[in-house]
């Protein structure tokens, strides 16, 4: 008989499955048990399934999604959301590089792309209703979602996880009477991709309309009874019978590539065509057992989510009582310092979810939307999605999932050049085209496409992320090798573009700022950026002990560079020149947002803060180095108000913090948990900012922004006493800190890269000095009581 080598790959995978199927055999007594146990404080749970809810706005058509009420798993590459159906389990399944879309040189929104769903797998078990003692429940403690009920008098148990070694998602379930599980398993492919069941595993092949290969295989491996694959006019799928439990493997692909090669305007990133990488990719998983892969994942997981943990006093009995969903809303209401704690452990557990290195970054839904929308998974980079989602990656010690946002940005580069340097909205004030350098509009894909308008100041915003990366960690290595360059090259950008005043000060040209007022030169959003940049560049160049001639060019431009001002009402000014009375840049910003007065007066509510960045995430703004400007800043802030959109919460509360203002950043925390969905996302198909909600907690008991290291400098009064482990600060160290009647106790300091720093509380300063892996202990009033 002679088999193609499509044939021939598929009947090596049958004969892997049958040799090594006995690996996943695992008895009902062992896999479950009668009982299971509570809900942790770190634990989303609920009594009944998830439900789909319907989304209306002036975006978007309705439409019926899960991505706010399920449960999310995902390790980087793949997403899923449990939503844990009894007699039909429904699981979104979504792959991180699914994107429509290319270069995109018109800058035309429409023809940009969007992320798109991969598919629905379909658990069918029939005959487990009605059933009982209902739970479903994601542990963020190891990463694993669950599903238990007893239907029948048979206590059924489920376990979801996706695991980041085997870059496979895990399904597993089990019960305590054997031959429990007969049904079936189905997969609908949000693109129309052909079902191809063969013996244990589906194979789903299909391509999108910009030539993006893609391909998704399922594995069934079954304790006990049998299956079949089952081929008719709706599609193939596997029947199962008289099963004691059920393994399914889940693994997608496609052949995007992070290697850009420019090839003018039919630019591409293939790589691999995804079949025979992905059938090896779960060849390797199912040689292992169930319980190795679990084990496998939870250690990758608990490597990185228990770095940090947090204290913030106890909740009572009746708050812990509740489920998730019927938590949340009293708890923007009284206080439930447990819930506090569990948003910001389930914002990390987010960003752990989504952005592990080889993936790309997460984008404005993670990696769990489950139908296309428009306007949808978009990296924003004007003070919205992306930053939001990024800002407590060092601080909360998740360093690593930092890189794929860098490197994303590094395989963009030669892309966003190509485009800024054929853009005639980007000419030099001479009138030349942009030689030198990049930047980005307000919006851009991950095959080197941007849409809509030119937000210049950008690329200084991402070169914050490189620097930021740097400051954290200490690596020169890095420093020297990626970031630096970036942050020069950009830096060359704002050379040529900046434009004097007659006075010779410098301004950003011709520049909104975002999505709230008129174009102008000087606007304080991209005048405090600019200055971070430079900053940051000039920290850059000292460290390596290089450049000092450009260095010194850099630090007589920074000297050059406006300064925002105080405007008529004590405000930080967001524009050179005073707005008063101008309408919001869209009518849709007023719709939204129906309390919106006029720009730039303290009736101004709307959700964007940009004149605020040189306060937060920026550097130059601080009651220390600028009071005035910190005074103004404050004042502006205040003016704002509360706004509805949800987002503007905990890109708010740092600000505060930032301020000094403790009291005031923890009453924004308490707003946004106003605006959080059943599973605790913060809606709108945005997950953007929960996982911001950690850097709020950060900012309130830890900051380093200023060279030297700040204790608890905007604890609020509804924590009068906790601890928290496990904060970083720049420099290259990581901090313990315990208080009580809302007063330093102790701070323990390791040093990871062996600098002295000067550690400040209050009033109180001290200098510590220690060398790479040594720590510190110090007491309340900063006097040395341990050295290891």
Same mark, same amino acid.
Request: a negative charge; one cysteine or more; charged letters at 20%.
């Given at each position: 008989?002679?088999?193609?080598?499509?044939?021939?790959?598929?009947?090596?995978?049958?004969?892997?499955?049958?040799?090594?199927?006995?690996?996943?055999?695992?008895?009902?007594?062992?896999?479950?048990?009668?009982?299971?146990?509570?809900?942790?404080?770190?634990?989303?749970?609920?009594?009944?399934?998830?439900?789909?809810?319907?989304?209306?706005?002036?975006?978007?058509?309705?439409?019926?999604?899960?991505?706010?009420?399920?449960?999310?798993?995902?390790?980087?590459?793949?997403?899923?959301?449990?939503?844990?159906?009894?007699?039909?389990?429904?699981?979104?399944? !979504?792959?991180?590089?699914?994107?429509?879309?290319?270069?995109?040189?018109?800058? !035309? %929104?429409?023809?940009?792309?969007? $992320?798109?769903?991969?598919?629905?797998?379909?658990?069918?078990?029939?005959?487990?209703?009605?059933?009982?003692?209902?739970?479903?429940?994601?542990?963020?403690?190891?990463?694993?979602?669950?599903?238990?009920?007893?239907?029948?008098?048979?206590?059924?148990?489920?376990?979801?996880?996706?695991?980041?070694?085997?870059?496979?998602?895990?399904?597993?379930?089990?019960?305590?009477?054997?031959?429990?599980?007969?049904?079936?398993?189905?997969?609908?492919?949000?693109?129309?991709?052909?079902?191809?069941?063969?013996?244990?595993?589906?194979?789903?092949?299909?391509?999108?309309?910009?030539?993006?290969?893609?391909?998704?295989?399922? /594995?069934?491996?079954?304790?006990? %009874?049998?299956?079949?694959?089952?081929?008719?006019?709706?599609?193939?799928?596997?029947?199962?019978?008289?099963?004691?439990?059920?393994?399914?493997?889940?693994?997608?692909?496609?052949?995007?590539?992070?290697?850009?090669?420019?090839?003018?305007? !039919?630019?591409?990133?293939?790589?691999?065509?995804?079949?025979?990488?992905?059938?090896?990719?779960?060849?390797?998983?199912?040689?292992?057992?169930?319980?190795?892969?679990?084990?496998?994942?939870?250690?990758?997981?608990?490597?990185?989510?228990?770095?940090?943990?947090?204290?913030?006093?106890?909740?009572?009995?009746?708050?812990?009582?509740?489920?998730?969903?019927?938590?949340?809303?009293?708890?923007?209401?009284?206080?439930?310092?447990?819930?506090?704690?569990?948003?910001?452990?389930?914002?990390?557990?987010?960003?752990?979810?989504?952005?592990?290195?080889?993936?790309?970054?997460?984008?404005?839904?993670?990696?769990?939307?489950?139908?296309?929308?428009?306007?949808?998974?978009?990296?924003?980079?004007?003070?919205?999605?992306?930053?939001?989602?990024?800002?407590?990656?060092?601080?909360?010690?998740?360093?690593?999932?930092?890189?794929? /946002?860098?490197?994303?940005?590094?395989?963009?580069?030669?892309?966003?050049?190509?485009?800024?340097?054929?853009?005639?909205?980007?000419?030099?004030?001479?009138?030349?085209?942009?030689?030198?350098?990049?930047?980005?509009?307000?919006?851009?894909?991950?095959?080197? %496409?941007?849409?809509?308008?030119?937000?210049?100041?950008?690329?200084?915003?991402?070169?914050?992320?490189?620097?930021?990366?740097?400051?954290?960690?200490?690596?020169?290595?890095?420093? *020297?090798?990626?970031?630096?360059?970036?942050?020069?090259?950009?830096?060359?950008?704002?050379?040529?573009?900046?434009?004097?005043?007659?006075?010779?000060?410098?301004?950003?040209?011709?520049?909104?700022?975002?999505?709230?007022?008129?174009?102008?030169?000087?606007?304080? $959003?991209?005048?405090?950026?600019?200055?971070?940049?430079?900053?940051?560049?000039?920290?850059?160049?000292? *460290?390596?002990?290089?450049?000092?001639?450009?260095?010194?060019?850099?630090?007589?431009?920074?000297?050059?560079?406006?300064?925002?001002?105080?405007?008529?009402?004590?405000?930080?000014?967001?524009?050179?020149?005073?707005?008063? !009375?101008?309408?919001?840049?869209?009518?849709?910003?007023?719709?939204?947002?129906?309390?919106?007065?006029?720009?730039?007066?303290?009736?101004?509510?709307?959700?964007?803060?940009?004149?605020?960045?040189?306060?937060?995430?920026?550097?130059?703004?601080?009651?220390?180095?600028?009071?005035?400007?910190?005074?103004?800043?404050?004042?502006?802030?205040?003016?704002?108000?509360?706004?509805?959109?949800?987002?503007?919460?905990?890109?708010?509360?740092?600000?505060?913090?930032?301020?000094?203002?403790?009291?005031?950043?923890?009453?924004?925390?308490?707003?946004?948990?106003?605006?959080?969905?059943?599973?605790?996302?913060?809606?709108? /198909?945005?997950?953007?900012?929960?996982?911001?909600?950690?850097?709020?907690?950060?900012?309130?008991?830890?900051?380093?922004?200023?060279?030297?290291?700040?204790?608890?400098?905007?604890?609020?009064?509804?924590?009068?006493?906790?601890?928290?482990?496990?904060?970083?600060?720049?420099?290259?160290?990581?901090?313990?800190?315990?208080?009580?009647?809302?007063?330093?106790?102790?701070?323990?300091?390791?040093?990871?890269?062996?600098?002295?720093?000067?550690?400040?509380?209050?009033?109180?300063?001290?200098?510590?000095?220690?060398?790479?892996?040594?720590?510190?202990?110090?007491?309340?009033?900063?006097?040395?009581?341990?050295?290891?």
């Amino acid at each position: 008989m002679i088999m193609s080598q499509q044939g021939q790959s598929r009947f090596i995978c049958l004969l892997v499955s049958i040799c090594l199927l006995p690996s996943f055999l695992v008895t009902a007594a062992q896999s479950t048990a009668k009982s299971d146990s509570a809900p942790g404080t770190l634990s989303l749970w609920y009594n009944k399934p998830a439900e789909f809810s319907t989304i209306t706005n002036p975006v978007h058509a309705s439409f019926r999604t899960l991505f706010e009420t399920a449960l999310p798993i995902g390790n980087g590459k793949l997403g899923a959301l449990i939503k844990g159906g009894i007699q039909k389990e429904l699981i979104p399944v !979504n792959e991180d590089t699914l994107w429509t879309g290319d270069l995109n040189l018109t800058g !035309n %929104g429409t023809s940009l792309g969007v $992320y798109q769903p991969l598919g629905n797998l379909i658990i069918n078990l029939p005959g487990h209703e009605p059933c009982t003692d209902y739970r479903r429940m994601l542990d963020l403690t190891d990463g694993i979602a669950r599903v238990n009920y007893t239907a029948n008098g048979i206590h059924y148990r489920r376990e979801y996880f996706a695991s980041y070694p085997a870059h496979v998602i895990v399904v597993h379930l089990s019960a305590d009477k054997p031959g429990s599980y007969s049904g079936s398993l189905a997969f609908n492919d949000a693109h129309a991709g052909i079902v191809t069941a063969q013996r244990n595993r589906l194979t789903i092949p299909g391509a999108l309309e910009n030539g993006l290969q893609y391909e998704t295989q399922i /594995l069934l491996l079954n304790d006990g %009874g049998t299956q079949q694959p089952h081929h008719d006019e709706y599609g193939d799928y596997i029947d199962f019978n008289g099963c004691n439990g059920l393994t399914i493997i889940i693994a997608a692909r496609t052949d995007y590539a992070m290697d850009y090669k420019m090839n003018g305007s !039919n630019a591409r990133y293939r790589g691999e065509l995804p079949h025979e990488g992905l059938t090896r990719q779960i060849d390797a998983a199912q040689t292992q057992s169930y319980d190795q892969l679990k084990a496998a994942h939870v250690s990758d997981y608990r490597s990185l989510f228990d770095r940090f943990s947090i204290d913030l006093g106890s909740s009572t009995p009746a708050q812990r009582a509740l489920p998730t969903d019927q938590r949340s809303r009293p708890a923007s209401e009284k206080l439930d310092p447990e819930f506090e704690e569990l948003l910001c452990q389930y914002g990390r557990y987010l960003v752990i979810a989504s952005s592990r290195p080889g993936c790309v970054a997460a984008n404005g839904n993670g990696i769990w939307i489950d139908t296309a929308v428009a306007y949808t998974g978009f990296y924003c980079d004007d003070i919205a999605t992306t930053e939001l989602i990024y800002w407590a990656v060092e601080t909360t010690n998740l360093a690593e999932c930092h890189l794929p /946002l860098l490197d994303l940005i590094v395989s963009q580069l030669p892309a966003w050049r190509y485009e800024t340097a054929n853009s005639p909205d980007l000419k030099l004030p001479s009138g030349a085209f942009t030689s030198r350098g990049w930047t980005i509009r307000g919006c851009h894909n991950i095959m080197g %496409g941007m849409a809509y308008f030119w937000n210049k100041p950008g690329n200084a915003w991402y070169c914050l992320h490189f620097w930021e990366h740097y400051a954290f960690g200490q690596d020169k290595v890095y420093l *020297a090798k990626c970031a630096y360059p970036v942050i020069k090259e950009t830096c060359e950008f704002w050379e040529d573009h900046l434009k004097p005043l007659p006075d010779g000060r410098l301004v950003v040209p011709d520049q909104e700022s975002p999505e709230h007022g008129p174009r102008q030169d000087g606007v304080s $959003y991209g005048q405090e950026f600019v200055w971070d940049l430079f900053t940051n560049y000039i920290d850059a160049a000292n *460290a390596l002990g290089i450049d000092k001639d450009y260095r010194d060019k850099i630090a007589a431009l920074r000297d050059k560079l406006l300064l925002p001002s105080v405007g008529s009402w004590g405000q930080l000014m967001e524009w050179m020149t005073e707005q008063g !009375n101008s309408p919001a840049l869209t009518p849709h910003d007023i719709d939204v947002e129906k309390h919106d007065g006029p720009i730039d007066t303290p009736q101004d509510t709307h959700r964007h803060t940009s004149h605020l960045v040189g306060v937060f995430p920026g550097r130059q703004i601080s009651f220390e180095q600028t009071p005035k400007l910190a005074a103004a800043a404050l004042v502006s802030l205040k003016a704002r108000g509360y706004s509805e959109q949800q987002w503007a919460y905990p890109a708010r509360a740092p600000i505060y913090a930032r301020l000094h203002q403790g009291d005031l950043a923890h009453d924004q925390i308490q707003h946004f948990i106003r605006f959080l969905q059943p599973n605790l996302i913060s809606g709108l /198909l945005q997950f953007d900012g929960t996982p911001a909600a950690p850097e709020s907690f950060a900012e309130m008991l830890l900051q380093s922004q200023l060279g030297y290291i700040s204790l608890l400098p905007a604890l609020p009064k509804a924590w009068p006493t906790g601890s928290v482990k496990g904060l970083c600060a720049r420099g290259g160290f990581e901090v313990d800190e315990a208080w009580k009647d809302g007063k330093l106790a102790s701070v323990t300091i390791r040093s990871i890269a062996g600098n002295a720093v000067n550690v400040r509380y209050g009033a109180k300063t001290t200098k510590v000095e220690m060398h790479p892996g040594e720590s510190v202990t110090l007491d309340g009033d900063l006097q040395l009581k341990d050295k290891v």
